[in-house]
């Protein structure tokens, strides 16, 4: 249970704080609502359109923690409620977003809009109303590193100059207006801009969180079980539901993009130092990730289908893996970034955050749970006949 006695890095008394938190409903915020819950003393005003995610820390209403989270169902784009809520609240996370690369170039309208537009009051009301802002932007803000555009044997590609990601030095390189891939990536720089500017013109108390992959349970969804049957989520729930159909993983223009991954777990340990250590988290930007763990998403079929295999305790396909080009699987205009390597300088100086847990390990931890949570579920969905 939560101990009123926490101490900051400072060794201060934390004291306890009520969280606004937007988009509590989804991945991120269903981790972080459970962590605030169960470790800290902090109230948590839980707003999402949905809240499946949370329902078990909803319900029931015995909840030791019961007092100290309320949900409240609504949309960002228009609810008058959202002003009052983040005054009610010490500090506003905002997590909403439409975030899944399979939308970036189809719906890209609505990705604008989400990851820029319905963002603006929120910031606009933590700044009129002098409330503390911590804004999930994305590892994405970069684009493309510089070294992919040196040619492939220049022995630059290998120099960390050329391609790790630093929050206060990298440049952000996208691609052309028609691959709209990086609608999201453009907006959500935007809005980094544009909070970054209320710090300086207005005195913004902010922090921007970009995450660089972060995996777990409770990831977006199983087409088809929890989730429209056409819907292209995340990397993780793709090849999690090729695997518990028995299905070969595709490949996306043969899987050698590159990316890191780290467990939501030790992930939201960052966040928490973040909300508890305000002067020294205020006015930064930090990027959260594992540099340890990187892979080509080739590598990441491998492995997941060899950890797969040992959780299910079923063989592994004899072909495991297919290629598909990316206008096939996510149609015109993608585009996709080439490697993720985060600079750890500045999270590391300022909140002494280093993530623990190896892909192996959270592969095994997520993979247990997408089994146990799917499988018999898959099962029965193959098995109804198909109407006519
Ligand atoms: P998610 O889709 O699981 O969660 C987002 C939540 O926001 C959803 O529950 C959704 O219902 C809610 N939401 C969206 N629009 C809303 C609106 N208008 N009103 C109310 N609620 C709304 O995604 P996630 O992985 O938890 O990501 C959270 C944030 O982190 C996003 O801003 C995303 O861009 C950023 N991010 C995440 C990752 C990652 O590795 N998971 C990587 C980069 C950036
Ligand atoms: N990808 C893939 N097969 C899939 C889903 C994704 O090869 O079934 C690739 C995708 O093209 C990208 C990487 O996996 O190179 C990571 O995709 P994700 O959707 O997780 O998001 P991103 O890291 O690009 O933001």
Redesign the pocket.
């Known amino acids: 249970m939560a101990s009123t006695a926490r101490v900051d890095l400072d060794g201060n008394q934390i004291k306890p704080m009520t969280i606004c938190m ?9 981790h972080l609502c459970e962590k605030i819950l169960t470790e800290t003393p902090h109230k948590v005003l839980a ?4 809240n499946d ?1 949370i329902k078990h820390l909803l319900e029931p209403d015995s909840l030791q923690w019961k007092e100290r989270i309320q949900f409240h169902r ?4 228009q ?1 008058s409620r959202l002003e009052g809520l983040i005054k009610m609240a010490d500090l506003t996370i ?7 690369p399979a939308d970036y170039n189809t719906r890209p309208l609505d990705t604008i809009y ?2 820029f537009i ?1 963002a603006l009051p929120v910031v606009k009301y933590c700044s009129e109303n002098n409330k503390r802002l911590i804004h ?5 803000v970069y684009g493309k590193t510089i070294g992919s555009f040196l040619p492939k044997d220049n022995p630059l590609r290998q120099d960390s100059e050329y391609f790790v990601l630093t929050e206060d030095a990298s440049p952000c390189i996208f691609g052309p207006i028609e691959k709209q891939r990086w609608s ?1 990536a453009c907006a ?1 720089q935007l809005i980094e801009r544009l909070i970054y500017a209320e710090g300086a013109e207005n005195g913004l108390q902010f922090t921007i ?7 777990g349970p ?3 969804f199983i087409p088809g079980i929890d989730g429209p049957s056409e819907g292209v989520p ?1 990397v993780l729930a793709c090849f999690s539901n090729n695997l518990l159909r028995g299905e070969p993983l595709k490949l996306v223009d043969g899987g050698i993009s590159q990316r890191t991954f ?1 467990y ?1 777990k030790d ?1 939201i340990e960052a966040v928490l130092l973040m909300i508890e250590n305000p002067h020294r988290a205020n006015g930064h930007i930090f990027n959260v990730g594992n540099p340890q763990n990187e892979v080509t998403v080739r590598q990441l079929a491998e492995m997941m289908t060899q950890v797969y295999s040992k959780v299910s305790g079923e063989p592994s396909l004899e072909v495991p893996t297919i290629d598909v080009s990316s206008k096939e699987f996510y149609g015109e205009g993608y585009d996709d970034s080439d490697k993720r390597i985060p600079d750890m300088t500045i999270i590391n100086r300022q909140l002494g955050w280093n993530p623990k847990t190896s892909l192996w390990d959270l592969l095994e931890s997520t993979l247990t749970y997408q089994h146990r949570t799917y499988a018999e579920a898959i099962k029965k969905s193959i098995a109804k006949p198909v109407a006519n």
């Open positions: 937007i988009g509590a409903g989804g991945f991120i915020g269903s707003l999402d359109v949905y995610k609504l949309n960002i784009k609810d905002n997590l909403a977003a439409i975030c899944t989400s990851n319905d999930f932007s994305t590892c994405e999201y959500k969180v970009r995450p660089f992959n972060w995996i409770r990831m977006d995340r780290v939501i992930a």
